[in-house]
């Protein structure tokens, strides 16, 4: 039975979800100088599955390489990955975070009246000499029709940023959002359940 786990991951979101359901963790944070970004380029003709999986599988190589050089104990690795994917988009399907108010603002018109996929990739390894636990939790998510001034204010807010799509459906973008069909929390960046399930398949204890 393991006592706690690591989280690799800055999102706040993630931290809210594992104490949610009782779950100890320490955080694996990153090296000064350590690049994640670049990773989270989409490569040419990708898909929203092999990209979220691509991702979070070298973010996963890059925090046990963090969790080798800091000296600590060994206990189970989390991460995770969340983009959006519209296959209709012609530029590309993956939505990432954006880059600055112009892209959130190209980013939400795409979304604007559409139905979108929100794909999350979680990794837990469990021993650093095996093959992770890992899984793909898929969502839709329905958007209303955003007029220029709501993508305006939204974005005059700065909840866009920092976030796959540039919405938050925790937040004030949850007022555009009718419908979902899968899980909140997997919209949020960690879907409870299927994380719930892998912790208790690699005998991670609860509060
Ligand atoms: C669609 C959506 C995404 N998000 C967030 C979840 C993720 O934090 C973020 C997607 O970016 P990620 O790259 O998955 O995660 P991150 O950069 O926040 O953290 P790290 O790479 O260190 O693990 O978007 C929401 O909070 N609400 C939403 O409705």
């Given at each position: 039975m393991f006592s706690y786990i690591y989280l690799a991951s800055q999102s706040p979101r993630r931290q809210e979800i594992l104490k949610q359901i009782g779950v100890n963790f320490e955080m694996l944070v990153a090296a000064?100088?350590?690049?994640?970004?670049?990773?989270?380029t989409p490569l040419p003709n990708e898909k929203g599955r092999t990209y979220v999986e691509r991702v979070t599988f070298a973010k996963s190589a890059i925090a046990l390489a963090r969790w080798q050089k800091s000296g600590k104990p060994w206990a189970p690795v989390l991460c995770a990955d969340t983009a959006v994917s519209l296959p209709s988009n012609p530029d590309g399907e993956i939505l990432g975070k954006p880059n600055d108010a112009s892209d959130a603002r190209r980013i939400l018109k795409m979304l604007s009246g559409q139905t979108h996929q929100v794909l999350t990739a979680v990794v837990l390894t469990t021993d650093p000499k095996i093959n992770p636990l890992c899984l793909v939790h898929v969502s839709e998510v329905e958007f209303a029709h955003l007029t220029e001034a709501q993508i305006e204010s939204y974005i005059q807010s700065g909840e866009?940023?920092?976030?796959a799509g540039a919405?938050?459906?925790?937040?004030?973008?949850?007022?555009?959002?009718p419908s979902i069909k899968g899980s909140y929390s997997g919209i949020m960046g960690l879907p409870i359940f299927e994380v719930n399930q892998l912790l208790d398949f690699a005998k991670v204890a609860r509060i």
């Open positions: 000064p100088g350590e690049d994640t970004e670049t990773l989270e866009p940023f920092g976030k919405y938050g459906i925790q937040g004030l973008g949850g007022a555009f959002i």
